[in-house]
């Protein structure tokens, strides 16, 4: 059965630092993947998203996620962390017959001003 | 294109009542979701329809839970009988399978949060 794991519950960074949210899927076979935000009293917004070709892909707002095969993998990164980006970050697969999502159980991240 | 539209945004409700929600996904978007989300989890996935087709549904949606979507344009999602586990954001998302590179991303709504006294 489809999984997703978030290994960090909650996340504190200074802004302007670095930031890897890390996301473990399972899945038997290829997985669409991708990484939504929640901002308080907001909807998810697609941030990124990996189906298939370049491992590394580029998403809005700076974010950048790497899918490693080998281990079961697609973390997210930021070089540089702003204040508004404090959210709840979901990471989440998809089948690739149709359209039903799996999210794993996010990771709240605080920016120190 | 307003994106996915969510009626009401905020339902309070006394246990035993019936409730129902509203979804308007965006326009020609052929596929149609609602999720659960309880605090400090991720959505779960409810049901999803392809224009008025209900495809599957989940073991979460219990026989109280109900969904239609008869135009294949917006969609309801009514719960009878509410009781306090039903307290959560139900949240709508849509996409549209017309194009490769739209397929399989979800737009979604704001939600509705519930609260059952």
């Known amino acids: 059965a489809q999984s997703v794991t978030q290994p960090d519950i909650h996340i504190t960074v200074s802004e302007g630092a670095s930031l890897e949210l890390r996301c473990n899927y399972s899945?038997?076979?290829?997985?669409?993947l991708f990484w939504y935000v929640q901002s308080p009293g907001q909807g998810l917004q697609l941030l990124l998203k990996y189906f298939s070709g370049d491992t590394l892909v580029q998403g809005i707002k700076g974010f950048e996620a790497e899918f490693k095969r080998s281990q079961s993998s697609f973390n997210l990164r930021k070089p540089s962390v702003h204040w508004s980006d404090a959210a709840e970050y979901f990471c989440a697969v998809g089948a690739s017959s149709y359209d039903k999502v799996i999210f794993g159980p996010g990771t709240s991240l605080s920016v120190i001003p | 294109d307003t994106g996915v539209s969510q009626d009401p945004r905020h339902k309070i409700t006394k246990r035993g009542q019936n409730v129902t929600f509203r979804c308007d996904p965006i326009s020609e978007h052929n596929r149609l979701y609602w999720y659960r989300q309880t605090l400090g989890q991720g959505p779960e996935f409810l049901t999803y329809f392809q224009n008025e087709a209900q495809l599957e549904k989940s073991r979460l949606l219990s026989d109280r839970f109900s969904a239609e979507r008869p135009k294949g344009s917006f969609s309801t999602l009514e719960i009878q009988r509410t009781e306090q586990g039903d307290s959560a954001m139900y949240l709508c998302?849509?996409?549209?399978?017309?194009?490769?590179?739209?397929?399989?991303?979800?737009?979604f709504g704001a939600g509705t949060r519930l609260s059952v006294l």
């Open positions: 998302a849509s996409s549209s399978t017309r194009t490769e590179l739209a397929k399989n991303i979800q737009y």
């Open positions: 899945y038997g076979a290829t997985p669409y």
